[in-house]
């Protein structure tokens, strides 16, 4: 009889997680994290802003940038008008101050002589992606970040955490693109729970699913395959 080594164990292909998985993995999250409840702010530039502000910092530097910005210039107009160094000294504490007030800048130019995202509320949320992503700089992330975070519209900004867990936990493939994870993400998850999903995947690999995970703490270990992998690699290197 010819067995298989286990070495030469083939890993399974990829597979798109049908409604009933992504259903189960939401409850199991649901129980660790609670359920989140989005409060949108419905101010979509300010957002933009602030989401730009955020690229390579922490919350609370993009926050205290985007106050100073604020301060100094309380209208868009002001901000767009002013001489680039003004923006750049009021954005300091966010860092990256000279690539992100031309940047800001350039997108309040190209949102006219009166800056107005108000529409993106009603309009249909492909219109609203595609006008977004036509200002320069502005990336997936940055636009899904818009319209969840403004008006509570179905969109699932692919973080750096939820690019690890979601490719862990098999929701894309572990290597997918930035781009193509986001896509695998609005295929699967119900409009409804776009935003409880996006804050507890977020939570989950800040705390648990980190860079090296915790999987001995983590509940998910049963529906995940990265783990069952991991298990099987130690059973395998144990003899
Ligand atoms: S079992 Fe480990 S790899 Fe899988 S989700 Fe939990 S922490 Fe992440």
Redesign the pocket.
């Known amino acids: 009889m010819t067995m298989t080594s286990p070495n030469k164990r083939e890993k399974k292909p990829w597979k798109r997680p049908d409604r009933r998985r992504v259903r189960a993995l939401r409850e199991r999250l649901r129980e660790m994290y609670g359920i989140p409840v989005n409060e949108p702010n419905r101010k979509p530039i300010d957002e933009l802003v602030l989401t730009i502000l955020s690229q390579h910092t922490n919350d609370r530097n993009s926050g205290r940038a985007f106050e100073s910005l604020r301060e100094r210039f309380p209208t868009w107009d002001e901000a767009r008008d002013a001489p680039v160094g003004e923006v750049e000294d009021a954005i300091r504490p966010g860092g990256l101050a000279q690539q992100k007030a031309p940047r800001i800048q350039a997108i309040l130019r190209e949102l006219g002589e009166e800056p107005d995202l108000d529409w993106t509320e009603t309009a249909p949320i492909e219109e609203s992606r595609a006008y977004l992503l036509s200002l320069p700089g502005v990336g997936r992330k940055t636009a899904a970040c818009v319209l969840i975070f403004s008006w509570g519209l179905p969109e699932i900004p692919v973080d750096v955490h939820i690019h690890r867990?979601g490719g862990?936990?098999g929701l894309f493939p572990a290597k997918a693109s930035l781009e193509r994870a986001h896509d695998e993400m609005l295929a699967i998850v119900p409009p409804a729970d776009a935003y409880e999903l996006h804050v507890n995947l977020i939570r989950?690999g800040r705390t648990?699913?980190r860079p090296k995970?915790?999987?001995g703490e983590?509940e998910?270990?049963r529906m995940?395959p990265?783990?069952r992998e991991l298990d099987s690699r130690e059973a395998i290197a144990g003899g």
Request: hydrophobic share 35%; charged share 20%.
């Open positions: 867990v862990r936990l989950h648990l699913c995970p915790r999987c983590c998910l270990r995940c990265w783990y």
